[in-house]
């Protein structure tokens, strides 16, 4: 009964904050033949008794959207959770750079076209906190100018989107990683500490640029999806929403493939994604990978 509690819980938290941050058909920019996003999120924390379920932020996860005049922005962190064996709470700096982001966004302090950009800003105002955020993330942002119809994205680490038109993948982010299950990421290490800890920079971000019709479909997440969901099912559930400008139909679709990467990363006999990696790297390895997973889905309305 537990865990049936908790499942019905965080779904209503993720509908709330899904629903509450998506884009109406009705808006007036949609006058001007802008296109536009209608977004929805959900998400699951790897430990129901220890992770965070709150607005913007699942387990060590963080995500975010914001706008400002015709942009809309998007993205996702992915807290390393190896910190915790420090002491230290991988959350507060996923948590810190997403928060960051989106006030940026919001005060339009970043140019649209350089989500590398924004990420390096708030990358740079954490590590010039008062309070020192330790930690390392991984992190992906998706910029839209409504007004050109194109998108611009900046991923560094194990995070990622899909877009899908007319049933076919047609743009997907490049995972970077330094060797098997050891993505780039953003750092700040403890005092003394630098030469032992992954430290990447904000502008080796992999970046992209290209435009996006009516209809089109859009999937940011962390690699609590993708290691854990085969693409074939993620496509064959985007294709679900393809125009689709109910944001509460989007939403089930949010919620059924987060629930899907929840379920298959506790299975001990599927092989994953990423136990097929772990696999082609020489290791023998079967099942799921428990993570924190997180979800924004959303489609291109004009």
Not at 110 to 139: C, D, H, M, W
Not at 207 to 220: A, H
């Amino acid at each position: 009964m537990q865990s049936i509690y908790w499942t019905g819980r965080l779904i209503s938290r993720a509908i709330w904050s899904g629903i509450t941050n998506y884009t109406s058909a009705a808006d007036p920019a949609l006058k001007k033949r802008e296109v536009s996003l209608v977004s929805a999120v959900c998400g699951f924390p790897k430990d129901f008794g220890r992770g965070r379920i709150s607005k913007g932020q699942f387990g060590d996860d963080a995500w975010f959207n914001a706008k400002f005049k015709a942009v809309e922005v998007i993205g996702v962190a992915d807290g390393v959770g190896g910190w915790r064996q420090y002491g230290i709470d991988p959350g507060e700096f996923s948590s810190f750079l997403m928060r960051t982001c989106e006030r940026l966004v919001s005060m339009g302090r970043f140019v649209p076209s350089e989500p590398a950009g924004l990420l390096a800003r708030s990358y740079y105002e954490l590590l010039e906190n008062k309070q020192p955020i330790l930690g390392s993330s991984t992190a992906c942002v998706i910029v839209l100018n409504k007004e050109t119809s194109s998108i611009y994205a900046a991923n560094i680490g194990d995070s990622g989107f899909v877009i899908v038109r007319k049933g076919e993948v047609v743009h997907r982010s490049s995972e970077q990683q330094h060797y098997f299950n050891t993505p780039f990421q953003l750092s700040l290490p403890p005092p003394g500490h630098s030469g032992h800890v992954l430290s990447d920079s904000p502008e080796s971000a992999d970046t992209s640029s290209f435009g996006v019709e009516d209809g089109d479909v859009i999937l940011l997440a962390t690699d609590g999806v993708f290691d854990n969901v085969p693409d074939q099912l993620l496509v064959t559930e985007m294709r679900k929403v393809e125009g689709e400008k109910d944001p509460t139909k989007i939403q089930g679709v949010a919620n059924t493939i987060a629930w899907m990467a929840r379920s298959l990363a506790f299975d001990g006999a599927f092989m994953s994604p990423f136990a097929q990696s772990a696999r082609k790297n020489g290791i023998d390895a079967i099942g799921g990978k428990p993570d924190d997973i997180t979800v924004l889905l959303a489609t291109v309305a004009i």
